[in-house]
């Protein structure tokens, strides 16, 4: 908040906003920004304030101070801290722009420098982007390899299939009935195969479902069950294809954002609720008891996979009741965030601090207020953006206000390179068919093919060192020759090619780079892997994927082949302020002239970036004599565009 907005604030809140000369004192203030007026100013309308009486009890400093600092009392100025080495739940409340995630990031940059790992669920992707100084994983939910039936210690474990099922039924609201007869399939399952998979569990219930009399109690179970895990092995397919997946006790080593913008509720409440049980579970077998907490969850706009219906009839599952209940004895800290104050039951119950930004109007104001043991439910309409009202159930446990610290950063792409060690722990489904076992590859060959997929970008000289610097780690024997032999080989068996591409302006700024055949991706697939896929070719793709990390290192919006009319889908989409947008082209062919009469009239400026100048004067003198009027239109070199990517702004002055 600016210096003038802040102390006017505080004069309407003291009751002197009329008063002439304090409104002079307070212009002075702001013109000159004399340190010993402002004190002055705020001395004399706290003063004024507390004389009227404060809408809220005002706490001493040592009674709100934590080791992690997330804002201030607005009108004690004390510090205000939670302590979360002892483990509890958080709840945060408040409409879109309030401040929910600016508090969240204030909370996790000083988790940094402590022993606690994090997991984010987020599915607006505010997450993607983390500050420079931050060590986080950013992974999209599709991006893991899970199978939910692997128990998370020992992999053909009955009392994990058990919580799985359950997990499945609650999820999919199937029947009650469903629960005993689901889980005699999975057991029958267990006794016939090494380790199935969920399409072995499909094939098995579509068996048992195709045998029952359509008249039958347990047909109308099967069909049920055959369709919901059907719709989930369609829609995670990709994730689905192991029989071996990612350890949990290597994920919660780590600080991770799980993204799962795109996904449909169902598919995201079930990898979500999965993957916390395995945690939880492991945890619990691990017999992690204790007082320190090990990990803070955070779930960002629950209300996209927690249940929402009328608040007095609202309760979340049994499974997350328990979950939340019992969570904190094995380490595990919840913060969980939502647009509403519509929450389940269970975690407004298990929340030992409650913090609530503007919340608008309708009923959520009336009950989250009442959690809040607040005399005046208005104040939560009347809270400014970063402005909150605050709870705790431990210690100080009177509402007080708080004032977010701002969080400003430097953001960087969060990395995805744990995908690749990973990777290592995956199991293929099904057995490799006998006509393609003459194209198996030792684990060097294959640990190559994993690297080209999960790491595109590299050259081939950086890929090497990569390699090498991982298989050091791991005591794997390494020397020149061997690394170029295994490239050589790969590319004589078809399952890579080498590509030489100029990356950089003038003569000799080229790089070569490897590429998977359609060979190769099949190979990956029969893993488990889902191979890389991406439109048009790998330099096409490369630059795209160079600009569009550019454009996000310095600040911007930007969306990649995003759908913005039928059939229109430009490589890249900026979003700017006011709602306009600018597309991006990445031109290496004569196509240039047809793309841009694609996206007229779509957009508020089109970019067109050329790696060849030549072909970039053809289609600029093109569209000069094709175009009939004036159109918002830049053609500039890709390389000069990565260098300064503020400049496609100027397209829409034009």
């Not at 604030?9 to 002439?20: C, K, M, P």
């Not at 793309?595 to 000069?624: H, Q």
Request: proline share 4%; hydrophobic share 40%.
């Amino acid at each position: 908040m600016k210096l003038y907005e802040y102390l006017m604030d505080l004069a309407e809140r003291s009751g002197l906003h009329h008063n002439q000369e304090i409104l002079e004192a307070i212009k002075m203030a702001s013109l000159t920004r004399d340190e010993d007026l402002i004190q002055a100013i705020e001395s004399q309308l706290k003063l004024a304030f507390l004389e009227k009486g404060s809408p809220l009890p005002i706490p001493l400093p040592q009674e709100i101070d934590g080791p992690v600092k997330i804002g201030i009392e607005p009108y004690s100025r004390a510090e205000v801290g939670f302590d979360f080495d002892t483990p509890l739940h958080m709840l945060i409340v408040g409409e879109t722009g309030t401040g929910k995630t600016t508090l969240i990031r204030n909370i996790l940059d000083r988790l940094q420098a402590s022993d606690i790992k994090f997991w984010i669920f987020d599915v607006k992707e505010d997450f993607k982007l983390i500050p420079q100084e931050w060590d986080v994983y950013s992974l999209h939910l599709r991006d893991l390899k899970l199978n939910p039936l692997e128990g998370p210690i020992d992999a053909k474990d009955q009392n994990w299939l058990e919580i799985f099922w359950e997990v499945l039924c609650q999820t999919e609201d199937l029947l009650s009935g469903s629960l005993s007869f689901g889980y005699k399939i999975l057991y029958d399952l267990f006794q016939s195969n090494e380790m199935p998979s969920m399409f072995d569990l499909e094939e098995a219930i579509i068996k048992e479902w195709s045998s029952l009399p359509k008249s039958s109690p347990s047909f109308q179970y099967a069909d049920r069950i055959r369709a919901r895990i059907e719709a989930l092995n369609r829609q995670l397919k990709d994730t689905f294809y192991c029989s071996r997946g990612y350890p949990v006790q290597e994920l919660v080593k780590h600080n991770i954002a799980f993204l799962y913008s795109g996904m449909s509720t169902i598919a995201a409440k079930f990898l979500i609720l999965i993957l916390l049980y395995k945690n939880f579970y492991w945890r619990m077998a691990s017999n992690q008891r204790g007082s320190k907490t090990h990990q803070v969850i955070v779930i960002d706009e629950a209300q996209q996979i927690l249940p929402h219906q009328d608040y007095r009839q609202l309760k979340s599952t049994p499974f997350f009741d328990l979950l939340l209940a019992r969570a904190r004895e094995f380490g595990i800290c919840f913060i969980i965030a939502s647009q509403s104050g519509r929450v389940p039951l269970a975690i407004r119950e298990n929340s030992r601090i409650k913090v609530s930004f503007n919340l608008g109007s309708g009923s959520d104001v009336t009950n989250i207020a009442r959690d809040l043991a607040l005399k005046e439910p208005k104040l939560l309409q009347q809270l400014q953006v970063g402005e909150a009202i605050v709870k705790k159930n431990i210690g100080y446990n009177k509402p007080f206000m708080l004032k977010t610290y701002e969080f400003e950063f430097e953001p960087k792409a969060g990395s995805k390179d744990i995908l690749q060690a990973l990777d290592r722990y995956v199991r293929a489904p099904v057995r490799i068919p006998k006509q393609e076992e003459n194209d198996r590859l030792d684990i060097e060959q294959e640990d190559l093919l994993r690297h080209i997929n999960a790491n595109p970008l590299l050259t081939t000289t950086e890929r090497i060192q990569a390699l090498k610097q991982e298989w050091v780690k791991i005591g794997r024997a390494i020397y020149p020759q061997k690394m170029l032999s295994l490239v050589k080989y790969l590319e004589n068996k078809g399952f890579i090619r080498s590509i030489t591409l100029k990356i950089g302006a003038g003569q000799g700024k080229s790089a070569k780079f490897l590429e998977l055949t359609e060979k190769g991706k099949a190979y990956l697939k029969r893993l488990g892997i889902k191979p890389l896929a991406y439109e048009g070719s790998f330099e096409h793709f490369y630059w795209v994927e160079r600009l569009k990390l550019r454009f996000e290192i310095e600040g911007y919006e930007v969306k990649q082949w995003e759908a913005i009319d039928k059939g229109v889908k430009p490589d890249l989409l900026l979003l700017l302020p006011e709602g306009k947008r600018i597309a991006i082209e990445v031109e290496l062919s004569d196509n240039g002239l047809r793309n841009i009469k694609k996206l007229i009239g779509k957009v508020d400026g089109i970019v067109m970036a050329f790696t060849d100048n030549k072909l970039l004067k053809n289609i600029k003198r093109e569209a000069k004599k094709a175009l009939t009027e004036e159109q918002n239109i830049m053609f500039i070199s890709i390389y000069d565009l990565e260098l300064d990517p503020h400049q496609a702004l100027n397209v829409i002055l034009i």
